[in-house]
């Protein structure tokens, strides 16, 4: 059995976010096995389970991923993750992963797709709420995919957004008020938010919203009635219902599972798009199994790796 | 991050044993978080996530495990398994544990303590039906409980059931009819039958019947008619109406779960118990998370590990 201490260590978007359209092709053709997600409920967090198996990638595993809200105090990251990798014919235990980073960039990739099928258009001004490790995650993948013109960055610790904007003056960045980033052509949530953060009038005709911070039960970062004027796609619609940013609405009765408009997988697949330059599209990403499978294969091309020895 | 490459070298069931009880008494009472496990098919198996929290362990973690049949073919075992434990207060990662011996003596662990609890007397006939590895584990972990007088073995394949019965010579062991040793006073079934391989004839009253096998839908080893004649004790409500022996006949309309007795968590409390001679009572086992994390706690107390780096 193998440990990828540090794996993908010389990662690029550019081969991310293939492998992350190509898995999520796969899923839109319905050639994977995944079961939702499984939570377990801690005192300060939780952890959560993300089983699958792709046989396109002949790849079978699971991830293993906490979210721990206060962890900045014990000097560790809120989110740490896993990865075991079996072998599909045996179920031979093949590699263990350390997938802290590649969960960043795994989900900066499904927000770069879909803003790169769904955006109005190919040169873009990127409107970030949120500064940490998504956020940053979404500007580097995004910009793999579309020319970013202009890129407004906000958060609720303003230095934080100042920082965030500092290292990417490249795309012309700058840290600006909420309503200000709001109204750019791709808009992305990262956020913990658990009420809504960004409002209705502040998005204008046309966006393209990557609702990425809503991954739990609970938690929404966007005013319902954005959802209701847009048009919704979901990485998979158990899991959106159960933990994305629809899911409030959902339970609240304020939109019902028929307002969603289909999946990224179909997105990627040609069977659902854009039809008008006024149309405001939605992606609601809660992070599938799939892509912790995808992003592995990547990541250990070319990784140094420890042999553990495994005796059965 | 540590890893454990053979822990628990040293362990003895009379450790184990104990620490299975401990932590049924948590199950029984509903001192545990532990979701159903879930399954994920593959083309020559499965393989199964097996998350959970124990407070009173103050431990959380997952087990991965697979079953793949053929895996004799590829000089492999049909079940291996690795458990991933996370610190409960950060959800750290701090340990991967080459788990597939100790899944072995986890669940005989529990068999052990349902006959302890279940079993018409101290001194016993033990019939075991099977002669894999989970068999010899019944064996080992029963025999630490209660004075085994006489051992009757059968498989299928007669001339495994004489080997198993040659390493157990210490308890007047021998390959036998699988009505003979259906009618021991302790009945343990540890084959991967789909279909009935225990008749209901062959039981006689006060038998105490460990159903061990039967750990996925579609698997059965016990004719029916055994289980309207018995109280039944299962580890997991849900789990045995899932993938435990009872899953069939329930599925079938012949049995109700309004025909489970109880569980072994509640038999360990005290809450139920044996009542006469006469009774047949019948252990449902499917493995339960929590097993995995108690036998956890005691295999590392001892054993040697990897220090894993683990950059965040």
Redesign the interface.
Known sequence: MR?Y??PGKGLTYAKVNRAIEAVFAEHGKGRV?M?PK????????D?R?M???VPALEM???K?V???PN?RE?H??TV?A?T?L?E??????LA?I?A?ALTDMRTGAAGAIAASYLAPSRNISLGIIGSGRQAEAQIAAIAAELTVQELCIWSRTMSNAEKLAARWGTLNARATSIQRAASCDVVVTATPATSPVVMNDWIHEGTHINAIGADGPGKEELDPAILVRSSIYVDDINQAIHSGEINVPIRNGLLTRHQITGTLGEVVLGLKKRTSKDEITLFDSTGLAIQDLAIARLAMEEAEY?E?????
């Open positions: 440990y201490p540090v096995s079961p499984v939570y377990v409920n801690l005192p300060n967090g952890f389970i089983p699958s198996y079978c595993g699971v293993v906490n979210v721990h962890n014990h560790l990251p740490m896993t075991l079996l599909v014919t045996t179920g031979l235990p263990i350390n802290t420890l553990l020895p495994l005796p059965l």
